[in-house]
C-alpha cells in the first residue's frame, strides 16, 4: 500500500463549513496527488505537488486549497463545502519520476449535506 | 488536453471465460503510459497492468493481457479465465511521458463495472 493514509476515512458535514482531509505518507516520496471520485466521470486530478510548498491545480480545482509544509503530509481543505464537493476522495503518490508508477490511499467518502 | 473514454458502462462474463474492457483515448503526444486500474468493492485502487507506448509488444501479466493499438489510440483489457474476485470497477488511465513537466499526472476514464458469473 506505499504506506498512505488518509483522515478521516468517512466525514459527513453541513454546507458552508470547512473541511480538511489529510493524506500522509511514511517514504517521503515527492509527488502526491489528490483526486476525486464521481460516478460517471471516474477519477479527477483536483491538485498535486511535486515538493514541499510546490503545488498546482488539477482539472477539478475550483472551491479546494492544498498545502504541503513538509514531506509526508498533503492537506486538502474544502474552505466552505458545497453539495457538489460530495465525494470520494483519493490521495496518490508517486514513486519516483521517469517509469514509476502511482499508488492511491484507500480514499475518504465525504458527505455535505 | 488528453482524454480517456470507456464506453462500456457494465460488462458481464462467465467465471472462467474471457472478457475485454475497451478504452480509447484522445492525444497528440507520442510518449506517454497508459494504465489498467482495479477497484474492488472495498475501494482500493490496484494497478491491474500497464503499457508504455514506445513498446510495441503488448503487455500482459498472468490472466490479464492488453490489445494496444497506438495508431487507433485502443487499449483494451483482457481478462482470461475470469474469477469471482474479479469482480470490480476497472478504469483504464493515461499519463504522458513528457517528463519533469507532466508531473505524473493521470487522466482516468469512467470505468466499467465488471460482473463475474458463477
Redesign the interface.
Known amino acids: 500500500d506505499a504506506g498512505i493514509t488518509q483522515s478521516p476515512r468517512h466525514k459527513v458535514t453541513e454546507t458552508g463549513t470547512p473541511v480538511t482531509l489529510r493524506c500522509h505518507q511514511t517514504e517521503n516520496h515527492r509527488y502526491m496527488y489528490w483526486y476525486r471520485q464521481d460516478p460517471g466521470h471516474g477519477l479527477r486530478l483536483i491538485h498535486y505537488s511535486y515538493g514541499v510548498k510546490d503545488t498546482d491545480k488539477g482539472e477539478v480545482s475550483d472551491g479546494y486549497s492544498v498545502s504541503r509544509s513538509k514531506t509526508e503530509d498533503f492537506l486538502l481543505t474544502l474552505e466552505s463545502a458545497t453539495s457538489s464537493q460530495t465525494s470520494v476522495y483519493f490521495c496518490a503518490i508517486r514513486t519516483g519520476t521517469g517509469d514509476s508508477e502511482q499508488y492511491f490511499g484507500p480514499g475518504t467518502r465525504l458527505t455535505v449535506t | 488536453?488528453q482524454t480517456?473514454t470507456?464506453s462500456q458502462p457494465e460488462m458481464s462474463v462467465q467465471e472462467a471465460e474471457t472478457v475485454t474492457l475497451s478504452c480509447t483515448y484522445d492525444t497528440s503526444e507520442s510518449d506517454y503510459?497508459l494504465f489498467w486500474y482495479k477497484q474492488p468493492p472495498s475501494?482500493?485502487?490496484i494497478?491491474v497492468i500497464?503499457q508504455?507506448a514506445y513498446k510495441q509488444q503488448n503487455a500482459t501479466e498472468n490472466r490479464f493481457s492488453v490489445n494496444f493499438q497506438k495508431a487507433a489510440k485502443s487499449f483494451s483489457l483482457k481478462i482470461s479465465d475470469s474469477q469471482l474476485g474479479d469482480a470490480a470497477m476497472y478504469?483504464c488511465?493515461y499519463?504522458s511521458?513528457g517528463?519533469?513537466t507532466s508531473?505524473?499526472?493521470?487522466?482516468?476514464?469512467?470505468?466499467t463495472i465488471l460482473t463475474v458469473h458463477p
Open positions: 488536453a480517456v470507456q503510459y475501494r482500493q485502487m494497478l500497464r508504455e478504469f488511465a499519463r511521458d517528463g519533469g508531473y505524473g499526472k493521470l487522466t482516468f476514464g469512467q470505468g
